[in-house]
């Protein structure tokens, strides 16, 4: 077990640095019977301490002071050099100043009480702006003593006195660029939820110094550039530096004299070490005093500086180790299309486990307690099977550091870590070829090979006779050319529970992907948790004046709904009511402004989106990772259809009124990255960027038809984008989209779907009803004779989507190279149409014709479905799910603030 460098001085374990017997037995253990950490700590320490105790900030004038000090004497700047940018970092410090104090008491409760604790493992953590956030999340005082309120009021007008906006200041900061997608975005509202409702958790991740890419769009093509989130610092995070825990990579294994069983302890001989540093980020919970920690992990070389090298006048090599340690946390998701870039990634993710791992034992360790009760007192929780490495780091752990008998060991083991899947598509699943795994990590390869023989022994005897079982659940996939490592198979074995994020999701996981571990194990292993999100971030604060407004309707001025969002169903008696049908509407027009404006700045300040009728334009919009299952290309080629019916008609002689009946004013805006090595995805990019410049500069169609593609998608593009909408698009395939959460964010804000019966929409049309939703395409039982169809039979093409696709191919998108597309339409006309845009295009045009209808033909019906679709969508609050999850996966319980 690697040990850090130095004294690991976290906010959980308070200190007194001028009484060192102190620290010392603090840094030990605290017995069960104490019940207050001021139990331990002598009187005339406690008085000296609490006579300069840091206080928080309570009304404006302590918020001013803040302010000015760090303005001063932080940032060393004054009143005559305070910028917009200064005013946002002493604004974040002050608050956080709050944050910390809260922080401290929430870490000393926890250790005194010495409860269960969730760790959860994500390498993405998608968290947006954290400012507004906290300034929502925080409490104080309201001036007339009647009550608490958010923080946001009084820094406003504190600000306000001192010279600056808060919007102003809000939009200085950067989105912190930790994360891609969906993946990293539940990740996000699960510690919101988690401090929220007090449970003693942590989240490990990982500190990228340049995200996953800064997206931009140059001649219609997506370039991947460094995004410089951290230019300026962070001042969220706090540095540890004084937390170094170092990691080893390649070397070899090295076993006592005689002992030739990989099963006994050995010693791992590193060739390779890196030192993991500890960032640490505040998460603050809603209306509570806890905040619970983010841990994120920075990878720095042992020695930065070969001086020698340097004297030398090999300058590149006096640093190359700093370079190489530091690419470790450089970037999300390294390309892995080639070998170095797939070592990179495997060097990233154990790097991540192993530095967690440290954290969580030393803190378990402090206790004395015997490793039996280690899953009594630690819930790991594997989001996805990117920290699957976690299980047999602590195999190894356990048996070669702690000497524990391997079965003992990997009981403990199993009964700490659960998982979730994110995929119900095989080729999704992660692997990882054994000679690159066994070359980097090549005890851990031991491991797996064992863990593996004793678990196909256990199927051996299960199943006697079914040979074949055995190579379909082997971790190790020997059929393809070079041996892979089956992640998803290894995080079934060491988890005690497994778990899908919608409950189409998890029935698809039993009955296909994991089928067999079905068979082995029983059903009692696998269940389901459908995702949530937070309604502070995605309603409060992406919607401010929605939430406000519910909140008026219900009779809720201090928004406790946000608590207790199943209170959202007394909107319903709302839904007919003519007055608060039109602020409803007020608001959306409101926020659909606004996301025009964020447009007309993309597009250098010109208009594409015309103002004057901008409320009786249909907002359709899909924001999302860009990919083929989620069917992008679908949108798009609707859009197409769109484009060409309108020049037809007005080819034959109508009007523009005349056309406008048929097809009216609609703008369908783009959003999403797609990973730097999928090309079908860039040009996808390319193909909607491609026909937004013939359609928005097309005159003779006026302003019936818009495409917009928002570079750089993100959370605070998000957080406008998705108040915005009308309508909303989730189109995948149906049997590929494991759940989806964006579905859930736009029906919060009042959008309506279009989808299909796939993911979480299956559990939406459940909760707001089929009659406000727009579903269509085929159910996800009929997929495989449909594809079956495509590869052995002639599948007959629809006219429409004939019309298109021979569109395309003309060069009419693309004059210089008629060419460019004719990988997206072969795709579908020579190579399968693998993700069924041709058996669905007819039904997607047939409902978007229903939703021109319906929107355009009969505006309260629409307003009427947008109401109740609010009213109902409480289900889906990431409160519920982490309350699913204490109670039949971590088995842990909350830990309030004393009153």
């Not at 207050?36 to 928080?56: A, E, F, G």
Request: hydrophobic fraction near 40%; glycine fraction near 6%; proline fraction near 4%.
């Amino acid at each position: 077990m690697t040990t850090s460098t130095s004294n690991d001085m976290i906010p959980e374990e308070p200190r007194a640095p001028h009484v060192p017997r102190l620290t010392r037995r603090l840094t030990g253990f605290l017995p069960q019977e104490i019940k207050s950490i001021d139990n331990i700590i002598p009187l005339h320490c406690r008085k000296v301490w609490s006579k300069h105790q840091v206080k928080k900030f309570e009304d404006n004038e302590g918020f001013q002071q803040r302010f000015i000090g760090h303005v001063e004497t932080t940032l060393a700047r004054s009143l005559y050099n305070c910028d917009d940018l200064a005013a946002y970092e002493a604004t974040s410090l002050s608050v956080r100043d709050n944050l910390i104090i809260n922080w401290n008491a929430t870490q000393q409760r926890i250790t005194a009480r010495d409860p269960k604790r969730v760790y959860y493992l994500s390498l993405e953590f998608l968290m947006g702006r954290a400012l507004d956030n906290a300034l929502i999340n925080m409490e104080v005082e309201k001036p007339d003593g009647k009550g608490m309120e958010s923080s946001r009021a009084l820094v406003s007008k504190s600000l306000d006195d001192l010279g600056f906006r808060l919007e102003d200041v809000l939009e200085k900061e950067p989105d912190a660029a930790l994360g891609n997608g969906g993946l990293g975005r539940l990740a996000a509202c699960f510690v919101d939820s988690m401090a929220t409702q007090n449970i003693p958790a942590w989240g490990y991740g990982l500190r990228y110094e340049y995200g996953i890419f800064a997206q931009k769009i140059i001649d219609g093509y997506q370039v991947e550039t460094p995004d410089y989130w951290l230019n300026f610092g962070d001042p969220w995070e706090i540095e540890r530096n004084e937390i170094h825990v170092p990691v080893t990579f390649y070397g070899y294994v090295d076993r006592p004299s005689g002992d030739t069983s990989t099963l006994a302890p050995s010693e791992w001989i590193g060739g390779e070490r890196v030192l993991a540093v500890a960032y640490d980020f505040p998460v603050p919970g809603y209306k509570t005093s806890t905040v619970n920690n983010l841990r994120l992990w920075k990878a720095k070389p042992t020695t930065e500086f070969d001086f020698a090298k340097f004297n030398s006048g090999d300058y590149k090599n006096s640093v190359d180790q700093q370079q190489r340690a530091e690419s470790i946390t450089a970037v999300l998701y390294p390309n892995d299309n080639f070998n170095q870039g797939k070592e990179l990634r495997l060097k990233q993710q154990y790097f991540w486990c192993a530095a967690s791992l440290h954290d969580i034992i030393r803190r378990f360790k402090k206790s004395h307690k015997p490793w039996s009760e280690f899953p009594e007192q630690v819930a790991i929780q594997l989001n996805d099977t990117h920290p699957t490495l976690a299980v047999v780091e602590l195999q190894r752990i356990l048996v070669d550091m702690e000497k524990l008998d391997w079965h003992a060991a990997w009981d403990i083991v199993v009964k700490t870590f659960s998982y979730t899947n994110h995929t119900v598509m095989q080729e999704a699943l992660e692997k990882w070829p054994v000679g690159l795994f066994g070359k980097l990590l090549p005890r851990h390869l031991e491991i797996i090979y064992d863990v593996n023989w004793f678990f196909l022994k256990e199927v051996e005897k299960k199943f006697p006779k079914d040979l074949g079982l055995l190579g379909r659940v082997s971790i190790i996939e020997e059929a393809s050319p070079e041996r892979q490592i089956r992640m998803a198979f290894l995080a079934i074995v060491g988890s005690h529970k497994v778990n899908g994020v919608a409950e189409l999701h998890s029935e698809l996981i039993k009955t296909t992907i994991f089928q067999d571990f079905v068979k082995v194990y029983g059903e009692k292993k696998f269940t389901n948790v459908t995702n949530g999100i937070t309604p502070r971030r995605w309603l409060k604060q992406a919607n401010p004046k929605l939430a406000e407004l519910i909140g008026q309707a219900i009779d809720d001025p201090d928004e406790n709904y946000l608590l207790d969002m199943s209170r959202l169903t007394e909107l319903a008696k709302k839904a007919d009511d003519p007055d608060f049908q039109e602020k409803w509407d007020k608001v959306k027009a409101a926020n659909k402004v606004q996301l025009a404006d964020l447009i007309r700045d993309i597009n250098n300040g010109v208009d594409i989106i015309d103002r004057e009728h901008i409320n009786n334009t249909l907002f359709d919009i899909q924001v999302k990772r860009i990919h083929e299952y989620k069917r992008q290309q679908m949108n798009i080629f609707g859009v197409i259809y769109r484009y060409l019916a309108i020049k037809r008609l007005l080819k034959e002689g109508a009007s523009i009124k005349e056309v406008a009946k048929k097809y009216p004013r609609k703008a369908s805006i783009f959003g999403g990255k797609s990973a730097p090595g999928y090309y079908m995805a860039k040009l996808i990019i390319k193909l909607i960027n491609s026909v937004a410049e013939v359609v928005n500069n097309d005159k003779e169609i006026q302003d019936l038809l818009k495409v917009v593609f928002i570079p750089d998608y993100n959370v605070s593009k998000a957080e406008i984008i998705i108040p915005a909408s009308d309508l909303s698009e989730h189109i995948s395939t149906a049997g590929t989209e494991a759940s989806g959460t964006s579905n859930m964010k736009f029906v919060m804000n009042g959008g309506l779907i279009i989808g299909t019966v796939d993911g979480a929409n299956v559990e939406i049309t459940r909760e707001i009803g089929e009659d406000n939703i727009f579903l269509f395409g085929n159910l996800s039982e009929n997929v495989e004779e449909l594809r079956y169809n495509h590869q052995f039979h002639e599948a007959e093409m629809p006219t429409e989507l004939d019309v298109v696709l021979k569109c395309i191919e003309s060069g009419k998108f693309c004059p210089d190279n008629a060419s460019e597309f004719r990988p997206l339409t072969d795709s579908i006309k020579q190579h399968g149409d693998y993700y069924l845009v041709s058996d669905d295009f007819e039904s997607y045009l047939a409902t978007q014709e229903l939703v021109d209808e319906v929107y355009h033909g009969q505006r309260q019906e629409w307003i009427k479905k947008s109401i109740l679709s609010v009213a109902n969508v409480g289900f889906f609050s990431s409160d519920r799910c982490i309350e699913e999850y204490s109670e039949t996966i971590w088995n842990v319980e909350p830990v309030k603030p004393e009153e």
